[in-house]
């Protein structure tokens, strides 16, 4: 992932970002950037933390997930405003929420 990717018309991370820091996760996505065709796409599944936690069950699984990656890796569960930075920052041009869930599907466009 940190060298290169294979090529292919859509690339899937499930669980993936959430083990980096955001300089690695740009540095992923952006090898992924480099293997994807004109209109390829990275489908991102991964849990994401509400901007303001709350007492929803969701809320609760991930920020204790969050609070998981901190001691265990130097990855964090992130926010959709977080995940579209790394979009951005790793050269996709448009962020899609497919699906909000507990393990929810975000897609980075070329």
């Known amino acids: 992932m940190f060298g290169s990717v294979p090529k292919g018309d859509a690339i899937l991370l499930k669980l993936v970002c959430h083990n980096w820091s955001d300089e690695s996760c740009v540095k992923i996505l952006r ?9 390829g796409k990275v489908i991102v599944m991964e849990q994401i933390i509400p901007e303001v936690p709350d007492l929803s069950k969701i809320s609760v699984l991930t920020s204790a997930a969050d609070s998981l990656m901190f001691l265990v890796t130097s990855g964090k569960e992130r926010t959709l405003k977080e995940f579209e930075s790394l979009c951005r920052s790793s050269g996709f041009s ?17």
């Not at 699906?99 to 929810?104: D, R």
């Open 94 to 110: 448009r962020f899609h929420v497919a699906l909000p869930s507990i393990l929810s599907v975000v897609e980075f466009y070329k």
């Open 31 to 39: 090898n992924c950037h480099k293997a994807l065709p004109q209109h």
